[in-house]
C-alpha cells in the first residue's frame, strides 16, 4: 500500500545542536514531497518542497531537505537547531500519477522538542 | 499573502447535534480541502472540492458532508455529531486543478484550524 513513514514520533535535541527528522515513502514512481511545520496551536505552514532536479532542496527558517531515490526518503535536517523551532513536523507526499490530483498524503508527524 | 480562514478555533457541540465548520480563502484559489488531525494519525483528508458545486470523498468521509456553494467558502457539515468525531479540524486550499484530470501540482495553504469538542 502506498504510505508515508516518520519512524520517530518524538525528538528531543538541543539548542544549538543539528537536527535530522525522517521520512520514507511507499509509491511506484517518485511523488512530489513535502515538508510542513505546526506550531502549537497553529496551522501548517510549508517548509520546502521537492518537484523534480536538484535532490537536495532549501526551505525557510534554515531547513534543507534530501531527496535520495534509492532510499525511497526525503530527510528534513537542520545544522544548528533554535528554541523556536520546537514543534510538529509533517512530511507529505502527492503521487505523481494522472488522476492523483492535488492531494496530500501526511505522515504522522514527528513531534520536536528543543532543551535550552 | 495566502489568507485561509476558519470560522472557529475552538467549538463545543453536543452530540446528535448538527455542526457546520466553515473556511474561507481569499486568493481565488480552484481546490480546497478539509483534514482532521489526531494524534499518531497525522493528518487525514476528509473531503476535497476542485471547483463550485464539485466534492470528491477523501479517505475519511463517513459521518461528514460538505457544500462549496462559492469558490472562496467551502463547509464542512457534520450531519449528527459524535463524540468520535472530537478532533482539529484544518481546512486548506491550493490553486491547481486537481481531480481525475490531474494537473499542476500546487501548494496547499492551511488555516489554523478548529478544534471541535462534542461531548
Known amino acids: 500500500a502506498q504510505s508515508v513513514t516518520q519512524p520517530d514520533i518524538h525528538i528531543t535535541v538541543s539548542e544549538g545542536a543539528s537536527l535530522e527528522l525522517r521520512c520514507n515513502y511507499s509509491?511506484?514512481?517518485?511523488?512530489?514531497l513535502f515538508w510542513y511545520v505546526q506550531s502549537p496551536g497553529q496551522g501548517l505552514q510549508l517548509l520546502l518542497k521537492y518537484f523534480s532536479g536538484d535532490t537536495l532542496v532549501q526551505g525557510i527558517k534554515g531547513f534543507e531537505a534530501e531527496f535520495k531515490r534509492s532510499q525511497s526518503s526525503f530527510n528534513l535536517r537542520k545544522p544548528s537547531v533554535h528554541w523556536s523551532d520546537a514543534a510538529e513536523y509533517f512530511c507529505?507526499?502527492?503521487?505523481?500519477?494522472?488522476?492523483?490530483?492535488?492531494?496530500?498524503?501526511f505522515g504522522t508527524g514527528t513531534q520536536l522538542k528543543v532543551e535550552l | 499573502d495566502v489568507k485561509v480562514t476558519q470560522s472557529s478555533r475552538y467549538l463545543v457541540k453536543r452530540t446528535g447535534e448538527k455542526v457546520f465548520l466553515e473556511c474561507v480563502q481569499d486568493m481565488d484559489h480552484e481546490n480546497m480541502f478539509w483534514y482532521r488531525q489526531d494524534p499518531g494519525l497525522g493528518l487525514r483528508l476528509i473531503y476535497f472540492?476542485?471547483?463550485?458545486?464539485?466534492?470528491e470523498k477523501g479517505d475519511i468521509p463517513e459521518g461528514y458532508s460538505v457544500s462549496r456553494e462559492k469558490k472562496e467558502r467551502f463547509s464542512l457539515i457534520l450531519e449528527s455529531a459524535s463524540t468520535n468525531q472530537t478532533s482539529m479540524y484544518l481546512c486548506?486550499?491550493?490553486?491547481?486543478?486537481?481531480?481525475?484530470?490531474?494537473?499542476?501540482?500546487?501548494?496547499?495553504?492551511f488555516g489554523a484550524g478548529t478544534r471541535l469538542s462534542v461531548l
Open positions: 509509491y511506484g514512481a517518485t511523488p512530489y
Open positions: 472540492s476542485y471547483d463550485v458545486k464539485m466534492k
Open positions: 486548506a486550499s491550493s490553486l491547481a486543478r486537481g481531480g481525475l484530470a490531474g494537473g499542476i501540482i500546487d501548494i496547499q495553504y
Open positions: 507529505a507526499v502527492v503521487p505523481l500519477i494522472t488522476g492523483g490530483g492535488n492531494k496530500l498524503t
